[in-house]
């Protein structure tokens, strides 16, 4: 199975800020479906900027389907093209990515850019695979949040990613929504990673969790199920919160988990 993404001790600080991704490594082969957990602040979407190219590391190394993906490399016209069509990044606020006067537009205007010919086929099949059919001729600024987030999706879609990077796709959904991006998901054949803060949700989102701490470093890689059991690093990342309370004279702790969404 070939590797799509390989960190080695990748580390990020912003410029005005402090540390915030801290010597990253792992791997994700062709096909897998990574979900990124961690708590607010603690690096996520960082991480999928470094593996969008939108930023570079400090430290440390990222290839691409075994090429090194730097500022230098992004510069060459070929690896670029190659590179901006197979990998793709939904945004967290997904605001960002709107800028077309349509819908239509909006689907269109990656496949447009990359000179493809089949542009109009690719955005009707996208447009219904993510239920924005009927509003391929709305402004796609003045579509609700939910809404906004199918559309800046399926603008991704269109482009057939091999790579998808998707940053609380989530969030704001309401259940039918959030069930359909799960199936979206899972019918899908690229190589996807999912950030989410939303325990309940991660086992649905993918297969192997990794676990960013608050210290910004990678707490555990693996299956989700038995980090649930491990109440202690589910701590550490603080993505459960205790409570005592008092019960026949005796003091008990209670753990939750945060559920945001
Ligand atoms: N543009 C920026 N300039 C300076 N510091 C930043 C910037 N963006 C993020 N940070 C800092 O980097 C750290 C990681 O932020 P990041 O946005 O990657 O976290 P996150 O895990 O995506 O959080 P959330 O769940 O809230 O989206 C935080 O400490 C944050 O304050
Ligand atoms: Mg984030």
Redesign the pocket.
Known sequence: MATVVEVEGLAYR?P???V?VDGFSFAVAEGERVVLL?????????LLKLLNGLLFAGDGTYRYAGEVVDRHRLRGADFRRRFRSEVGLLF?DPEAMLFNPTVFDELAFGPRQLGLADVEQRVVRWARAAGVEPLLDRPPVRLSGGEKKRVALAALLVLEPRLLLLD?PTAGLDPRSTGWLIDLLQGLEATVIT?T?NLSLASELGERTLL?GEDHRLLADGPLEPLLADHDRLLAANLLHTHRHRHDGEVHRHYHLHDWD
């Open positions: 912003y005005e800020g402090g915030a961690g708590a607010n602040g603690s690096g996520k979407t960082t967290q609380e950030t803060h960013v």
